[in-house]
């Protein structure tokens, strides 16, 4: 059964520094999202990506944080200076977007911890 | 109070019992969808029910949706100690981009053996 992977699964780097997280998303599937999820608190919403651009994003998405779809696998979140907060596990999730945006069964990746020091 | 609310926050029953977890909500949905987490995991989609839906199986899930009540239960009958987990209930927003999933903070379920 299809699913979407990411990588890598655990990541620690030191404040100010730069992270990327990778995804890679269900093949046919048309939205993609990130959410994040800081230890022992609800998942959150951050981004989510239709048609190359960035169609919502929550608050929490500010200038630090920016996606791409570098070509036509992957998904990538970008941190430009990470900052101890930032420290959570990420989660890419994907839907097909065949059915109605609103009514799309999003799937989850097994997420990455990122580690913040 | 924050929206997506379940509870019991956690859970603890016999290898055999039922449980049963509820959800509520505050805004219009047009959907409401059921997530499970395994400690330190990744999230694994169970059910989605749609706004005109009122109950829907799947195996040893039942989930209920009353949109007056703006509410949600799931069911897992003869629980497995396998069923240890986090379940979430998460619906999307009713925007124009309408695709943000809004999570509630999970109910934590041990089953014991």
């Known amino acids: 059964e299809p699913e979407v992977t990411q990588t890598p699964s655990h990541q620690v780097t030191q404040m100010g520094q730069e992270v990327i997280l990778r995804c890679v998303p269900i093949?046919?599937?048309?939205?993609f999202y990130w959410y994040r999820q800081i230890l022992g608190q609800k998942v959150e919403f951050l981004v989510s990506f239709y048609n190359n651009e960035i169609s919502e994003k929550s608050e929490i998405f500010d200038d630090q944080f920016s996606v791409e779809r570098p070509d036509g696998s992957n998904f990538t979140l970008k941190i430009r200076s990470t900052k101890l907060e930032d420290s959570a596990m990420y989660f890419c999730a994907s839907s097909a977007g065949t059915s109605g945006v609103t009514t799309d069964t999003q799937y989850f990746g097994p997420g990455t911890r990122l580690t913040v020091l | 109070s924050q929206q997506g609310e379940e509870d019991p926050q956690a859970l603890s029953i016999q290898e055999g019992e039922n449980a049963t977890m509820n959800c509520s909500y505050k805004t219009s949905i047009n959907n409401l969808q059921w997530y499970r987490q395994n400690s330190g995991r990744g999230l694994v989609h169970l059910i989605l029910i749609r706004s005109n839906e009122r109950e829907k199986h799947s195996g040893r899930l039942r989930v209920t949706l009353d949109t007056s009540k703006k509410s949600s239960s799931l069911l897992i009958t003869a629980s497995r100690a396998a069923d240890t987990a986090s379940y979430f209930c998460?619906?999307?927003?009713?925007?124009?981009?309408?695709?943000?999933?809004?999570f509630g903070g999970g109910t934590r379920v041990l089953v014991k053996p």
């Open positions: 998460a619906y999307p927003s009713t925007s124009a981009a309408g695709n943000k999933l809004t």
């Open positions: 093949s046919n599937h048309l939205y």
